[in-house]
């Protein structure tokens, strides 16, 4: 099973709200990953968490706030987005540092209204 | 900072035909590479991972290989089928770090 899950697959919200994302992995992964992908742009790494621990944060705005609560689990918490951050939002996971191969979610599409 | 390209941007070919996707980055300090389809509004569906130590890995009707010293990476199809029609991305894994930096994509489309 090479399944990370990712839920809503769907979601509109306004710029006050407050919403989560989930992902979701089974495979005893121990690196998960927040990416964001604009229309017709490749992914951009926004967050990676290693063994439970924020490890690289690549200067994302305080709007978004990761959280990693057990090794299986890696929640987006969203807050006063803004239009642009419309986006797809994909997790992956891989094994841990050095065997690295990814596996990534089917995203959450993301419209901020 | 490492940049990964590919060449090229869009390919269009008719069913059948044997074809390559090129990939080329920056750093040395890719550690491993990875080739990726994704369709239309979906996820990344790993296709293939070349491991620092490799120079190619094969699978099915795909086969990738690595050359870290040219800083360069190609996939190829063989005998193609209008079902291989996706975005084909290569991103390379940085050497320190979980970090995976990834190239614009190839948009291919085969034709029936």
């Known amino acids: 099973d090479t399944e990370v899950t990712q839920t809503p697959k769907h979601l509109v919200m306004g710029m006050t709200n407050k919403k989560s994302l989930k992902c979701e992995q089974h495979m005893g992964h121990r690196a998960m990953y927040w990416y964001k992908q604009k229309a017709k742009k490749p992914p951009e790494l926004m967050f990676v968490?290693?063994?439970?621990?924020?490890?690289i944060n690549e200067s994302v705005p305080s709007r978004f706030s990761p959280e990693c609560p057990n090794s299986s689990l890696l929640n987006l918490h969203l807050h006063a987005l803004q239009p642009e951050d419309s986006a797809l939002y994909l997790c992956?996971?891989?094994?841990?540092?050095?065997?690295?191969?990814?596996?990534f979610g089917q995203g959450t599409r993301l419209t901020v209204v | 900072k490492q940049e990964v390209t590919q060449i090229p941007a869009a390919l269009s070919v008719p069913e059948g035909e044997n074809l390559v996707l090129n990939c080329s980055f920056t750093?040395?300090?890719?550690?491993?590479l990875q080739w990726f389809r994704q369709d239309p509004g979906k996820g990344l569906t790993s296709l293939l991972l070349i491991q620092s130590s490799q120079r190619e890995q094969t699978s099915g009707r795909l086969n990738a290989s690595l050359d870290k010293s040219s800083g360069r990476s190609t996939l190829y199809i063989a005998a193609s089928q209008p079902g291989d029609s996706a975005t084909y991305l290569c991103a390379g894994h940085m050497e320190y770090g979980n970090k995976l930096v990834f190239g614009a994509g190839t948009i291919l489309r085969v034709k029936s």
């Open positions: 750093d040395s300090a890719i550690y491993n």
């Open positions: 992956a996971s891989s094994q841990g540092r050095w065997v690295t191969e990814a596996f």
């Open positions: 968490y290693s063994y439970e621990k924020l490890s």
